[in-house]
């Protein structure tokens, strides 16, 4: 099993890379945490025919812009996942005139909203909201005997604390730079990061979700990644295209 950072801007894509998605490819099938324009890139590295499960964290337009881009892909089938809401919300999002609708891509599609309808999954999902300005939820797999927590938006909360509990992967956002918050627009900044990791006993931490403005170079994203290990040492900041094997 291995995880490919497709996309690992916030906001915009820019020069640094494209906006949110991680691509988690496992022996059976493949899943995907939320649909910013990184999604596009995904038939480079997942072979056509696959089952893939697209987990959506919320709606904010930088998880969702890459969706009108499913109907290039040939997946087996297709189950996007979502918080409650997740069917209206594409109904409106992936209908004309914005995009082709969830019917007309040309692979079966159906749609999963959690915490409620997890059961209907092929593998265990516990999934929590975040502390962020609209429902964001962050989730947690476990895959051949390996778990990979996401926690996208948010501010430092309990929840993600708890998703990351052990974890051998935590891929958690950082667009906020050093001593970086904001109470009405709550996100992650390197040392709150490394702190969720550090609570959580995480084995490792890769940063993601840089703010396209607040991280404008790779260098900028370094200085996130050294500030992160001062606490949490196996911390990393995520570049676009990075594959790590797990």
């Known amino acids: 099993m291995d995880v490919v950072f497709l996309g690992t801007n916030g906001w915009?894509?820019?020069g640094t890379g494209n906006t949110i998605?991680?691509?988690i490819r496992t022996v059976d099938f493949d899943v995907v945490l939320d649909a910013g324009y990184g999604i596009a890139k995904m038939d480079r590295y997942a072979a056509p025919g696959r089952d893939t499960f697209l987990f959506l964290s919320h709606f904010h337009l930088d998880h969702i812009a890459g969706l009108h881009t499913l109907c290039?892909?040939?997946?087996g089938r297709l189950t996007v996942c979502g918080p409650a809401g997740t069917r209206t919300a594409l109904n409106t999002i992936m209908n004309p005139p914005f995009t082709v609708p969830?019917?007309?891509l040309p692979y079966p599609s159906s749609v999963c909203e959690l915490p409620d309808e997890g059961a209907s999954l092929p593998f265990p999902v516990?999934?929590?909201p975040l502390r962020h300005a609209s429902l964001?939820?962050?989730y947690r797999f476990r895959f051949a005997g390996r778990s990979i927590a996401y926690c996208p938006d948010t501010g430092y909360c309990e929840n993600a604390v708890r998703l990351a509990a052990g974890a051998d992967l935590l891929i958690a956002e950082c667009a906020y730079r050093e001593g970086g918050s904001n109470e009405a627009w709550p996100h992650l900044n390197p040392e709150t990061a490394a702190?969720?990791?550090v609570e959580a006993g995480a084995h490792r931490l890769a940063l993601v979700h840089f703010d396209a403005v607040e991280y404008s170079s790779p260098e900028e994203r370094k200085?996130?990644?050294t500030v992160a290990r001062r606490t949490f040492p196996p911390a990393f900041a995520a570049m676009d295209d990075t594959i790590l094997a797990l």
């Not at 290039?72 to 997946?75: A, D, H, L, N, V």
């Open 12 to 14: 915009y894509d820019s």
């Open 21 to 23: 998605s991680v691509l």
């Open 72 to 75: 290039k892909f040939r997946f």
């Open 102 to 104: 969830l019917s007309g």
């Open 126 to 128: 516990e999934a929590r």
């Open 136 to 138: 964001t939820l962050g």
């Open 195 to 197: 702190r969720i990791a």
């Open 223 to 225: 200085e996130a990644e």
